[in-house]
């Protein structure tokens, strides 16, 4: 069992579309967990958050991003991502789905 959590600052556009498709793209790899939505509402939990932007998805406390580890630009903004047409407004599905592997894999292994 994994705790998912999306963070995001209240009126992030990219939040709203994010969740469904989060939900979606969950249930097509047989996931049921529920999705926890995390609100950061000023700069300083940002900053106690380690928020890097809206949204941010973590799976146990892990950002799925694979550089988030090395970043420390936290703050109340929108967050971009890397594709393979540009930038986009949420994680590539292949970070969520590798991300969810990595964790089922460590919980079988522990």
């Keep these: ?3 998912i959590e ?3 600052f209240d009126g992030c556009p990219s939040h709203e579309s994010f969740v469904p498709h989060l ?3 969950l249930d097509t790899a047989g996931v049921d967990e529920p999705i926890h939505e995390r609100a950061v509402e000023t700069d300083d939990d940002a900053l106690a958050h380690r928020f890097l932007g809206s949204p941010t998805l973590r799976i146990d406390g892990v950002d799925v991003d694979p550089t988030a580890a090395q970043r420390t630009d936290y703050g109340l903004q929108c967050r971009l991502y890397p594709a393979e047409d540009g930038l986009r407004g949420i994680p590539p599905d292949a970070w969520i789905l590798a991300a969810l592997r990595q ?3 460590a919980s079988v292994a522990g």
């Design 1 to 3: 069992m994994s705790v």
């Design 6 to 8: 999306v963070w995001y």
């Design 23 to 25: 939900r979606a793209l």
């Design 103 to 105: 964790r089922v894999s």
